[in-house]
């Protein structure tokens, strides 16, 4: 059993801050995803991850693998009210996913 | 828009009681995910089909059962309903049949048990 923690679990910044969500087991991943979560909807993946020390972008956001390829990182810059929700990482070896961070964005 | 239509969006119904949520996934998807997500535990696997198929269990309780048919839409039974159902459950589908592959998610039913 893979588990995974979530930090922080809840997040309040204003609108223009930068902020770093966090992933982290103490196993090893073959891939990891990222997802979204709004209220009411299902989850949106952002991401996947798979080689260990990899960097992707997707706009303002920006995901990071651990070498080891046990934990990852979700940075997000000059956060947007439109990037309030909640952020799922996923292990891929048995689909669990963590607790979420609650990111919630004041205008 | 994902592509993946649940049905009821909305379900209320009283302990004891046996519901049938349906899924239908994205046009081309082989895989069918479902999960149970509550304000305590967060998402939670339950199974996944493939094909036809089980492909995979995760924390799924004796009193639920699923199923995919040759038309590839997805059943989930959930019976003798406890109040701690109460839940939203989430149906994903994909491409391949591994575990761990990128999932589109539907929009969720609402179970409320009373």
């Known amino acids: 059993t893979q588990l995974l923690e979530q930090s922080p679990q809840f997040l309040s910044i204003q609108e223009g801050e930068n902020l770093t969500v966090y992933c982290n087991s103490s196993s090893v991943f073959s891939s990891l995803q990222w997802y979204r979560q709004e209220p009411g909807e299902g989850p949106v993946l952002l991401v996947t991850v798979v080689t260990g020390g990899e960097v992707k972008k997707l706009k303002r956001l920006t995901f990071q693998f651990g070498d080891a390829r046990k934990d990852s990182s979700l940075h997000i810059t000059a956060a947007q009210p439109g990037d309030t929700g909640l952020y799922l990482c996923?292990?891929?070896?048995?689909?669990?996913f963590g607790a979420g961070t609650r990111l919630t964005v004041k205008p | 828009d994902s592509g993946v239509t649940q049905t009821p969006k909305h379900l209320i119904t009283a302990t004891g009681q046996r519901v049938t949520l349906r899924c239908s996934p994205r046009?081309?998807?082989?895989?069918v995910y479902w999960y149970q997500q509550s304000l305590d535990q967060g998402l939670q696997f339950l199974i996944q089909y493939y094909n036809g198929e089980e492909r995979a269990k995760g924390n799924i309780l004796e009193r639920f059962s699923a199923q995919q048919f040759p038309d590839l839409h997805s059943e989930l039974n959930l019976s003798s309903l406890e109040l701690g159902d109460s839940a939203l459950y989430f149906c994903?589908?994909?491409?391949?049949?591994?575990?761990?592959?990128?999932?589109?998610f539907g929009p969720g039913t609402r179970l409320t048990v009373l």
């Open positions: 994903a589908s994909s491409s391949r049949g591994g575990r761990g592959n990128e999932q589109f």
């Open positions: 996923a292990g891929e070896d048995d689909m669990r």
């Open positions: 046009s081309g998807d082989l895989s």
